[in-house]
């Protein structure tokens, strides 16, 4: 059973940073040895669910155009861990932040944000102008 642990939310300024991370327990992909794919969404009230980072096995990184430059998706221990490091942090950050991962992965498909198979619970993210 895979689970998907997301911790590191909480309320900062606007310019401040947070860093988030995701434990994940269960979690193979059906592709080859090594083979993942997962990233990070989020949704603020009112408004659709986003990718905002996504990282594959080969360490091919996508990110979604309002966070370049200010976000870092990386990971530990190759799939066990799956980090955000977010700086410059604006008010439309603002977010339930959730931690994704695909179970059969194709790599353009999985940089597109897409083939998630696997959620977790969310943390918020509050940043206050």
């Known amino acids: 059973q895979v689970e998907l642990v997301e911790s590191g939310g909480g309320s900062v300024q606007a310019g401040g940073s947070l860093r988030l991370s995701c434990a994940a327990s269960g979690y193979t992909a059906s592709n080859s040895e090594g083979s993942y794919c997962m990233a990070w969404f989020r949704q603020a009230p009112g408004k659709e669910r986003e990718g905002v980072a996504v990282?594959?096995?080969?360490?091919?990184?996508s990110y979604a155009d309002s966070v370049k430059g200010r976000f870092t998706i990386s990971n530990e221990n190759a799939k066990d861990y799956l980090l955000l490091q977010m700086s410059s942090l604006k008010p439309e950050d603002s977010a339930m932040y959730y931690c994704?991962?695909?179970?059969?992965?194709?790599?353009?498909?999985?940089?597109?944000?897409?083939?998630?198979?696997?959620w977790g619970k969310g943390t918020l993210v509050t940043i206050s102008s």
């Open positions: 990282i594959d096995g080969s360490g091919s990184t």
């Open positions: 994704a991962a695909g179970h059969v992965v194709v790599p353009e498909i999985c940089l597109a944000f897409g083939g998630m198979d696997y």
